[in-house]
């Protein structure tokens, strides 16, 4: 048996009792976006880690140094986000090929540096290596949080509203785009393409998420809507119904569908690497919440609900009901969008 066969999720869910916890304050390890450690009665440290390798998650020639550089914190800030978190420090380790100058490496590292600049992040240490064929980024972020405000994946509650803070598949269209050289104008590349390579996270929708005591769980979507819906599903105890209707769906991803004559829908449940987050939110909170996000500027549409039965389905626009697979993005079985990277 090979990764392959059980796939990434298959095996965390192996190792994990391998996994010991030795310490009474650890409140979170394997299993959600961040471990969380309780330091104090009132905080809980967040800590998160991401790999990105070369061809399988990213290709050189598609994207300058500084944008893969900010990229590459920007993932794990997303998942800091995802516990309503602040981010606070990060480390960087490097697995170099022999071709890469000098100038691309402080080049990926100027455009890091901005990315944690913009959000106070301390870059304080890391390792450098040689590799033999690829480049392979990793970054580990800390964070904090108040310990009442914590966002985990296991506590959503059923009849919660499921609630996204961005719009969903635009950032596997525009992957679809960067591998096909298809005729499409400007205007509805760009922004489809940018989703991709320069996710932003969504840390002050985080914490305004924290903070209302309105939001019992969330996930950043990195791996595609109808996986990691799943993983708070499946945490939780709980199924949910989604409905297409009610999908945030950009212009851009609406015009490009419209020009390849497509249905967008695969991009928006299965594509990844949307970094938006999915919050359940209690339903006689709901409301008064997303009109406060829409004051303060940040987007929240509700999507669905969760249910007590396990099982999530879609509610089609013809009203056709469709049991989802979590089919996103999982690395070793390559199921989604990027067979090819
Ligand atoms: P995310 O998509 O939010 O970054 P992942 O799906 O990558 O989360 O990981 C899910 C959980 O599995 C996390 O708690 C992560 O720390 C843990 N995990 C992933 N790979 C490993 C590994 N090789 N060893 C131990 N834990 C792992
Ligand atoms: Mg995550």
């Not at 099982?311 to 996103?328: A, T």
Request: net charge negative; glycine share 8%.
């Amino acid at each position: 048996m090979k990764l392959k066969d059980i796939g990434e999720f298959g095996f965390i869910d192996r190792i994990e009792p391998l996994c010991k916890v030795h310490s009474a304050n650890i409140v979170r390890g394997i299993g959600d976006d961040c471990a969380v450690i309780s330091v104090s009665p009132e905080l809980n440290l967040l800590i998160t880690t991401d790999l990105l390798v070369e061809r399988v998650h990213f290709l050189l020639d598609w994207q300058g140094p500084d944008t893969l550089g900010a990229k590459a914190l920007a993932v794990n800030l997303s998942d800091i986000a995802a516990c309503g978190g602040t981010p606070k420090e990060a480390f960087v380790s490097i697995a170099v090929p022999d071709h890469l100058e000098i100038n691309w490496l402080e080049n990926f590292y100027k455009g890091m540096a901005d990315l944690a600049d913009k959000f106070k992040v301390s870059i304080l240490g890391g390792d450098t290596t040689r590799s033999l064929t690829d480049l392979v980024i990793n970054v580990a972020v800390t964070g904090l949080s108040r310990s009442g405000e914590t966002l985990l994946r296991r506590s959503a509650q059923p009849r919660d509203v499921i609630a996204v803070t961005g719009s969903l598949g635009d950032s596997a269209a525009g992957l679809e785009l960067l591998r096909n050289s298809l005729e499409v104008p400007e205007t509805v590349a760009t922004p489809l393409i940018k989703a991709h390579l320069s996710p932003s996270p969504h840390l002050l929708q985080g914490q305004m998420l924290a903070k209302s005591g309105a939001c019992n769980a969330a996930i950043d979507i990195s791996d595609g809507l109808s996986s990691d819906l799943n993983h708070i599903c499946k945490q939780s105890g709980l199924g949910a119904t989604i409905f297409e209707e009610k999908l945030p769906i950009s212009k851009a991803l609406r015009q490009l569908a419209r020009r390849l004559s497509v249905d967008p829908i695969d991009w928006i449940i299965n594509g990844g690497e949307d970094y938006v987050l999915l919050a359940a939110i209690k339903p006689d909170k709901y409301e008064e919440l997303a009109q406060k996000a829409l004051i303060e500027g940040y987007q929240l549409t509700e999507i669905g609900r969760f249910e007590s039965t396990v099982g999530i389905n879609l509610v089609r626009v013809s009203g056709e009901i469709l049991p989802v697979m979590p089919s996103g993005w999982d690395h070793f079985r390559r199921k989604a969008t990027s067979e090819t990277i």
